[in-house]
């Protein structure tokens, strides 16, 4: 009798294990392909661009878009935290120093390669040496326009404090600049643009992709800002990271091609003048590629600002997991 309930037991138990894979292999194939919203957080910087190109629509293969244009860096950071981004374009040494804190995201793309500009309304400055003992504007402390300054104030052969910094807002300075209280400054595409047009004494002393190559070789490319990714977005819905991608890298190449459609789009988004953004887009250099394509470019930059500064890059550079497997 006693076999009789054992054999029993052990059949009725190999049923319920048997259920149970069952229901979870039912689960895994139920799950759905694409979320129900996407949310994708930028600042008002050529990166985003493409985002209104894609995004206007309000959907991707049936989820819903949301665009949030943030203001500070701050306020980026704290909404990754609290799970509430699944995309969120970033300065790469931003993201690394995030990644350096455990937080769960990884690079699924870079997309800005150089955009930034010494722009002066001093004849006597044409190097990085001239501006000693003088005072330059760059954009927020610890941004890419930030940490770049600092890296070419020790490549010539200066310390910090040589050049007197002082941090403003990168519309604010421009427009201090366009209106002639500003001589020296660090600023990004469009504004770059925007104060030549707008002041006829400025103009650009130093193109920072020209001298990264300078010192990092030919074919050295300045990446300065990506997109990462919520890691348990990306687990859960593989499909929906793969189509972003896709859309994503099509609207890029778009606004490289076409800068007077787009330009509309900065008009109407950004408040950027038309003949602004299709004129900067010469000197912007917008392109799309994966976290692992880009990879080698990111670790030699990040590499750079450990050196100046681990802090830059939260202490250390961060490991291959960093990169979003393509």
Known sequence: MWKIRIATLLALFAFLLAAGCGQGSSKKQDSPAMPEKIVIQAPLAPPTTPLFKFAKDGALNGAKLELIIYKSVEEATTRIAKGEADFTVLPLNVAAKLYNKQVDI??????????????????????????????????????????????????????????????????????????GLVKNAVLPEPQATQVIMNNSQARVARDFFADWQAFEGKDARLPQAGMVVRNEFAASYPKAVSEFQNAYKGAVEWTAANPTDAAALAAANMNIPAPVFIKSMEKTRLFFATGTEASGDVKTYLSRLLDISPDMVGGKLPDEKFFLAD
């Open 106 to 179: 990884s690079l699924a793309n870079v997309s800005t390669w150089g955009i930034l500009y010494l722009l002066t309304t001093d004849s006597q400055v044409s190097s990085w040496q001239d501006l000693k003992g003088k005072e330059l504007y760059v954009g927020a402390q610890g941004s890419s326009p930030d940490v770049l300054t600092q890296y070419f104030i020790s490549k010539n052969g200066m310390k910090a404090g040589d050049i007197k910094l002082a941090y403003l807002t990168s519309p604010e300075i421009a427009q201090l600049m366009i209106n």
